[in-house]
């Protein structure tokens, strides 16, 4: 095993542990039997490994992972997070940086690693903390019709 793939399986188990998630999905062409082995160790239910997306699937998973060897497009990575997963980690490698930076970032991703020496980044979306709700964002107090003589703008 490489540094970079030994960097890549404990981030993805650390992921995993911290999750919890039941089922998940991973799209990689790679050799990943060295990750699978310490997967086998968490608790989870179900784990599906595909080299391409499926964009007519109905299944939706905990965990969406995409390994750095999967090259895709701005409306496949909005496929998985819409349709597939709520939560989505996407590893890139550092070739066509800023444009990566643009569509993850446009799409709603942070970023969660940089290892320029490994040349490996990684990018997650979580529906649950993306939008957390806000005091003010709600109807009581400000959208009610008993209040509209009491405040003017």
């Given at each position: 095993?490489?540094?970079?793939?030994?960097?890549?399986?404990?981030?993805?188990?650390?992921?995993?542990?911290?999750e919890k998630p039941s089922s998940l999905h991973m799209l990689?062409?790679?050799?990943?039997?060295?990750?699978?082995?310490?997967?086998e160790k968490t608790k989870i239910k179900s784990l599906n490994i595909s080299p391409q997306i499926d964009k007519k699937s109905d299944e939706n998973f905990d965990l969406y992972i995409i390994l750095d060897d999967i090259k895709f497009s701005e409306a496949d990575i909005?496929?998985?997070?819409?349709?597939?997963?709520?939560?989505?980690?996407?590893?890139t490698d550092l070739k066509n940086d800023k444009?990566?930076?643009?569509?993850?970032?446009?799409?709603?991703f942070n970023k969660e690693l940089r290892d320029e020496t490994n040349k490996l980044k990684c990018f997650s979306y979580n529906l649950k903390t993306y939008n957390n709700k806000r005091t003010w964002n709600n109807p009581t107090g400000w959208a009610n019709p008993e209040n509209f003589d009491k405040f003017r703008w």
């Open positions: 095993m490489t540094k970079k793939e030994k960097i890549l399986s404990s981030f993805i188990v650390n992921i995993i542990e911290d990689s062409e790679k050799d990943l039997s060295q990750l699978l082995k310490r997967i909005g496929t998985v997070k819409n349709l597939l997963s709520q939560k989505v980690v996407v590893f444009n990566t930076d643009e569509i993850m970032l446009k799409l709603g």
